[in-house]
């Protein structure tokens, strides 16, 4: 037993995913915020998706008097998508659209962190979204893997 939790706490920290009990799935990027976030926005165009809003909060702090590493939003989503769940628990459209967040931590490294779908079925309390939150779910991670990876 002694052997399996090892085993589980070496893949859990050698995975470039991180679950964190905050609700955020981050996924370490191998490029800067910038070209993470361009590599999002082009996947989900390519998807057909909407992209509402791209912000650029260090700028923004930078104009402040604030110096921030590099972070960037991208407000994204499909009402084909985020209507039904809406249906299922209507709370959710506080969190919707989806949001990706590239930022750099202050050792340099980028991250790509987003809501997981099962934290937001948890806070709002969905019932019977089972087959589009699993979508959801898979396509995020699919669209993460594509901005992040080598």
Known sequence: MHKLAFL???LLLASPVVFAD???ISVKSAHSVGETLDRMEALLNKKGMTIFKRINHAKGAKGAGVDLRPTELLIFGNPKIGSPMMVCA???AIDLPQKALAWEDESGQVWLSYNDPAYLVSR???KGCDKVVNKVTKALGNFAKGATKP
């Open 124 to 126: 709002h309390n969905m």
């Open 22 to 24: 905050t609700g955020l």
């Open 8 to 10: 589980a706490v070496f």
């Open 90 to 92: 209507q709370t959710i």
